[in-house]
Nanobody
Framework: QVPLVESGGGLVQPGGSLRLSCAAS????????MGWYRQIPGKQRESVAT???????NYADSVKGRFTISRDNAKSTMYLQMNRLKPEDTAVYFC?????????WGQGTQVTVSS
């Protein structure tokens, strides 16, 4: 079983919205730090948003005010609501769950913002 499974990626027009989901397996979801990262071809992977077990969030400056990270512990799922998308948001988005003793990554989901 894949520890993390992302979904919700796809093609969207500039200014549009997309919601990514990350379904986690295993234990200790509620105490893990989770985050979304993205990879643009030829560039370093960057952190998009993170959320701690206590709900504290952090966002990259480039997405502040447009993206919202959240988690539903009952469903062991994390979300990334992306609004007012821009072409520069185009990337492969990865889900990460850091339990301290174990660090899991999803397979990635492609987000393409284009008209």
């Amino acid at each position: 079983q894949v520890p993390l499974v992302e979904s919700g990626g796809g093609l969207v027009q500039p200014g549009g919205s997309l919601r990514l989901s990350c379904a986690a397996s295993g234990t200790d979801f509620s105490i893990a730090v989770m985050g979304w990262y993205r990879q643009i071809p030829g560039k370093q992977r960057e952190s998009v948003a993170t959320i701690t077990a206590k709900g504290a969030t952090n966002y990259a400056d480039s997405v502040k005010g447009r993206f919202t990270i959240s988690r539903d512990n009952a469903k062991s799922t994390m979300y990334l609501q992306m609004n007012r998308l821009k072409p520069e948001d185009t990337a492969v988005y990865f889900c990460n769950v850091d339990k301290g003793y174990r660090n899991d990554w999803g397979q990635g989901t492609q987000v393409t913002v284009s008209s």
